[in-house]
């Protein structure tokens, strides 16, 4: 065992302990995989990170992801939190136009992106999505775990980009806002939830806060500042892996672009509000730029600078 630098990094927001906590390890070599889940396990953050030499020579550095219950081939906030403290600590890309990241599911490509933190959010290149339809039989034992309505679900995917997801489209945004979900059912189930609403749209330009003054109606303890007014409403229930909801979810936000925005449900460009519900501000930019390519951005804020003995 040595000591390793270690950060803990709160994602998809420029405000500290309003987003999605990550606890990297920037040095994860010589950590057999025995060490990475149990460790992973004590911090109890959905997502614990371990950088590596990366192995493709393409790759400017490699990532392991581990939740409290297993590991997974790709996720979204520990993609953006890992470059973000990677970035912190003098990690240098080989390219000028992108930072290339390794992970189980093969090479992502990031970029930095400027915005009114002086270029501090940076955007994944969302992996390639596989989706089909929902078995009948288990949209509606979720269904029922969720107490929803057949008419309040508009549409729904099976979505699979690394992590898999059960995506409902539903009615109205208080829909999603006022689910109180039996985690316990969605954990036999054994399947991760996301569920997403638009916001109606404005007949003038959306107001700064607006949607965040609705979502308070649900959730009184939300934080009192969000600079950009988000399109939709997002919530991940992921009891499956041992996280009942997740604040802010890169992978899911990342899939849930891809299938809105080609059936037509979302325009090329939008804000995602995440986390409301469990008092936290996360904001997602999702793009799908000319080439069709999804993009999913996000600030990071460091909160936690250490070492860890591993």
């Known amino acids: 065992m040595k000591q390793r630098l270690l950060k803990q990094v709160d994602v998809f927001t420029d405000k500290p302990y309003f987003g999605n906590p990550l606890a990297v390890v920037l040095d994860g070599s010589g950590v057999d995989d025995d060490a990475m889940q149990r460790f992973a396990r004590w911090t109890n953050l959905s997502e ?20 409290p219950g297993g590991e997974l081939p790709f996720a979204g906030h520990p993609t953006l939190g890992s470059c973000h403290a990677w970035l912190q600590t003098g990690g240098q890309p080989q390219g000028k136009d992108f930072i290339v990241q390794q992970c189980k599911v093969g090479l992502v490509k990031i970029r930095r992106e400027p915005n009114r933190m002086e270029g501090r959010r940076l955007a994944f290149a969302a992996p390639p999505l596989k989706r089909a339809a929902p078995d009948p039989a288990l949209l509606a ?16 995917q099976l979505l699979d980009n690394g992590p898999v997801w059960l995506a409902l489209l539903l009615d109205r ?15 036999k189930l054994d399947v991760k939830v996301g569920v997403v609403a638009l916001y109606p749209p404005e007949e003038e330009s959306p107001l700064i806060g607006r949607a965040n003054r609705e979502a308070r109606a649900f959730a009184h ?11 939709m409403e997002v919530r991940a229930f992921a009891a499956a892996i041992g996280v009942n909801e997740d604040p802010v979810t890169g992978s899911l936000n990342a899939s849930l672009a891809q299938w809105l925005v080609a059936e037509g449900h979302a325009p090329e460009r939008y804000i995602a509000s995440q986390g409301v519900c469990l008092g936290r501000a996360g904001q997602v930019y999702l793009e799908r730029d000319a080439a069709g390519q999804v993009w999913v951005g996000g600030e990071s804020a460091t909160c936690i600078d250490g070492q860890v003995t591993l």
Do not use: G, K
Not at 221 to 231: E, G, K, N, R, V
């Open 48 to 67: 614990t990170t371990f950088l590596l030499p990366p192995t493709d020579p393409s790759a400017d550095y490699r990532v392991r992801i581990f939740t």
């Open 141 to 156: 034992q979720v269904a029922a775990a969720l107490s929803l309505q057949a008419p309040q679900i508009l549409a729904s």
């Open 173 to 187: 945004v208080e829909t999603v806002l006022q689910l109180a979900p039996n985690h316990l059912e969605l954990a």
């Open 221 to 231: 303890d939300a934080p009192q500042t969000i600079i950009d007014a988000p399109d």
